[in-house]
Nanobody, 117 residues
């Protein structure tokens, strides 16, 4: 059973930085697409950034230039570097993936990010 485990959430002041990690129990290369999504209270889950195994990325306009996706294939880990955080970035952040062959979706448990002074 594939598992995605997120870490790195927390409380940060506006303008601060955080880095989220998503470690996969199997091979990260088995996924055709991985990404980060977020859900704020009372809102629907939304795309933050998605990346294909070929390196193509798709960022939400609201985060472009401030949040950056990256990966370490040897560690089977996906990262989200978040800089210049704003109060509106506060949400539960989820790591999501799509299997390259079966198109099955897998999700992490979520990491809370709070941006407040």
């Amino acid at each position: 059973q594939v598992q995605l485990v997120e870490s790195g959430g927390g409380l940060v002041q506006p303008g601060g930085s955080l880095r989220l990690s998503c470690t996969v129990s199997g091979s990260i290369l088995s996924f055709g697409r991985m990404g980060w999504y977020r859900q704020a209270p009372g809102k629907q889950r939304e795309l933050v950034v998605a990346e294909t195994n070929g390196g193509r990325t798709n960022y939400a306009d609201s985060v472009r230039g401030r949040l950056t996706i990256s990966r370490d294939n040897a560690k089977n880990t996906l990262y989200l570097q978040m800089n210049s955080l704003k109060p509106e970035d506060a949400a539960v952040y989820y790591c999501g993936s799509v299997d390259a062959f079966s198109n099955a979706e897998y999700w992490g448990q979520g990491a809370q990010v709070t941006v407040s002074s």
